[in-house]
């Protein structure tokens, strides 16, 4: 019974090597570098920042709520994010793999689960409960984020479908726990 179980968590890292390799290859041309680098830059904060700046500018009083809500589901994310990389200590696929190169600095040393996808996510989420009309400008953002992520060698495919999965799981409860 023990050997299928294996045999598919084998089977999930060798995909996860394999797509991460090719994603990676993506960044030897510098133009691909130069923009999932600036992504990713955008992805530490800097454009979830401004997001919330330029709607409490543009709607004053009518943002504060969405705002609040985007921090506290911010706050949240982080929390969850490193209590879980300190516990499963995943290194990035640049330190475990020779052939993948690391285009960008990473923010902390462990992989899992991708933090950027999961603030992209859970931001985007909410953002566009309150603001529906931003789909065009979110939504793509955040596929680059979540992309940028394996194409700069920082983090394999799973880290980030498990960064998606916890920041739309965790935005979504936060409709629920707040009023």
Known sequence: ML?????????IMRWDLQVCLRFNHICRRIRWRLLFRGVSVLGDGMAWYALMAFL???????????????????LVCTVAYKWLKKRTLRPRPYQAHADIEHFAAPLDSYSFPSGHTLHAVAFT???????????W???PFTLLIALSRVVL????PSD????AVLGALLAAFSFIALP
């Open 3 to 11: 050997l299928p179980e294996r045999l598919s968590f084998e089977r």
């Open 56 to 74: 409490l500018l543009r709607d004053r009083d009518a943002a504060v709520l969405p705002v609040l809500h985007m921090v506290m589901v911010g």
């Open 125 to 135: 989420f909410v953002a566009l409960v309150y603001y529906p009309g931003l789909v």
């Open 137 to 139: 400008l979110l939504l």
């Open 153 to 156: 060698g920082l983090h394999y």
């Open 160 to 163: 980030v479908l498990v960064g």
